[in-house]
C-alpha cells in the first residue's frame, strides 16, 4: 500500500506561483514508477495535468499548463513535485498527486492509470 500526501496548496495572485509536493509512504520502490498530477475544478470534471516517468527522464504535460508548469521528482525523499509559475484564475482548482507503480518507464495522461492517489490540496488564484 502506498500513501501519498499532498501539500503547497493556497492563495495566490494572478501571475504568481506555487509548488506542490507529493510525499509518498509505504513502499520502497516509489523512485522506479509513474507519478502525475491532476486537478479538478468546481462544476468539472477531473484533469490531466502533468506526468513523470519512474526515472525522471521523461515528462508530459497538458496542453493548458505547458511552459508555465514543471514536474519533478526526488527519489531519495520519495516525493513529487508540482512548480507552477505564471498562474491564471483557470489553473484554480484541487490538485491531486497520483501513482502507478505497474508502470516504470511510461508517462501515463489518463486517470485510469494511476492506482494510488492523495487528498487533494486545493490551489486558489486570485484575478
Known amino acids: 500500500q502506498v500513501q501519498l500526501v499532498e501539500s503547497g496548496g493556497g492563495l495566490v495572485q494572478a501571475g504568481g506561483s506555487l509548488r506542490l509536493s507529493c510525499a509518498a509512504s509505504?513502499?520502497?520502490?516509489?523512485?522506479?514508477?509513474?507519478m502525475g498530477w491532476f486537478r479538478q475544478a468546481p462544476g468539472k470534471e477531473r484533469e490531466f495535468v502533468a506526468t513523470?516517468?519512474?526515472?525522471?527522464?521523461?515528462?508530459n504535460y497538458a496542453d493548458s499548463v505547458k511552459g508555465r508548469f514543471t514536474i519533478s521528482r526526488d527519489g531519495a525523499k520519495n516525493t513529487v513535485y508540482l512548480q507552477m509559475n505564471s498562474l491564471k484564475s483557470e489553473d484554480t482548482a484541487v490538485y491531486y498527486c497520483?501513482?502507478?507503480?505497474?508502470?516504470?518507464?511510461?508517462?501515463?495522461?489518463?486517470?485510469?492509470?494511476?492506482?494510488?492517489w492523495g487528498q487533494g490540496t486545493q490551489v486558489t488564484v486570485s484575478s
Open positions: 497520483a501513482g502507478a507503480p505497474r508502470f516504470l518507464t511510461a508517462t501515463l495522461r489518463m486517470d485510469s492509470s494511476y492506482d494510488y
Open positions: 509505504g513502499r520502497s520502490t516509489f523512485s522506479s514508477y509513474t
Open positions: 513523470i516517468n519512474g526515472d525522471g527522464g521523461r515528462t
